[in-house]
T-cell receptor, first 114, second 117 residues
Framework: SAVISQKPSRDICQRGTSLTIQCQVD?????MFWYRQQPGQSLTLIAT?????????ESGFVIDKFPISRPNLTFSTLTVSNMSPEDSSIYLC???????????FGSGTRLTVV | AQSVTQLGSHVSVSEGALVLLRCNYS??????LFWYVQYPNQGLQLLLK??????LVKGINGFEAEFKKSETSFHLTKPSAHMSDAAEYFC???????????????FGTGTRLKVLA
């Protein structure tokens, strides 16, 4: 399975600022996914990042708030823009080799907005 | 539409006792089902998966799960709990590809397992 390096592992940010989270995979993958895990809750898919095309956002998430880059098959970034305390969550990058094999997750970025 | 229900947000067992974490699913197509574990301050790790082969699936760390179509269940079990099993466990079902062709997973709300000494 793929190995994912995600950074930063945690950050404390001021409201109104932006944070970019990086996700590096040790092999080429077609699809990368970004999830949010709010305190005490399950995972919610933010968007799917495909190389060479615009990211596909889930209902309730917009590109202006969560811009995503996917410059190649091993790397992606998620930016959380104009942050508010409600954005305090764990953000997780993941990849899937195929539907059958399930996801591999990064270790997550724990974001606190003050 | 696909959905997953995990009964019991918190489960406590004694060390050495049976672990049973419940997961029921709803799917309009034959599902792929997964269990993930999340240790504190870490990402999710795949425990096991059901992909329409054997209904009894064995995973890592002594866990197993049985797919029961008649009950639409995929409960996770372990015969003897260990202190190191304390973690959050998530059940997930795969959803058919969206119009964009990408597949995605629906996660349950999670069950936090506490193991008592």
């Amino acid at each position: 399975s793929a190995v994912i390096s995600q950074k930063p592992s945690r950050d404390i940010c001021q409201r109104g600022t932006s944070l970019t989270i990086q996700c590096q995979v040790d092999s080429q993958v077609t699809m990368m996914f970004w999830y949010r895990q709010q305190p005490g809750q399950s995972l919610t898919l933010i968007a799917t990042a495909n190389q060479g095309s615009e990211a596909t956002y889930e209902s309730g998430f917009v590109i202006d708030k969560f811009p995503i880059s996917r410059p190649n098959l091993t790397f992606s970034t998620l930016t959380v823009s104009n942050m508010s305390p409600e954005d305090s969550s764990i953000y997780l990058c993941s990849v899937a080799i195929s539907e059958v094999y399930g996801y591999t997750f990064g270790s997550g970025t724990r974001l606190t907005v003050v | 539409a696909q959905s997953v229900t995990q009964l019991g947000s918190h489960v406590s067992v004694s060390e050495g006792a049976l672990v049973l974490l419940r997961c029921n699913y709803s799917s309009s197509v034959p599902p792929y089902l997964f269990w993930y574990v999340q240790y504190p301050n870490q990402g999710l790790q795949l425990l096991l998966k059901y992909t329409s082969a054997a209904t009894l699936v064995k995973g890592i760390n002594g866990f197993e799960a049985e797919f029961k179509k008649s009950e639409t269940s995929f409960h996770l079990t372990k015969p003897s709990a260990h202190m190191s099993d304390a973690a959050e466990y998530f059940c997930a079902v795969s959803a058919p590809p969206s119009t964009s062709g990408t597949y995605k997973y629906i996660f349950g709300t999670g069950t936090r397992l506490k193991v008592l000494a």
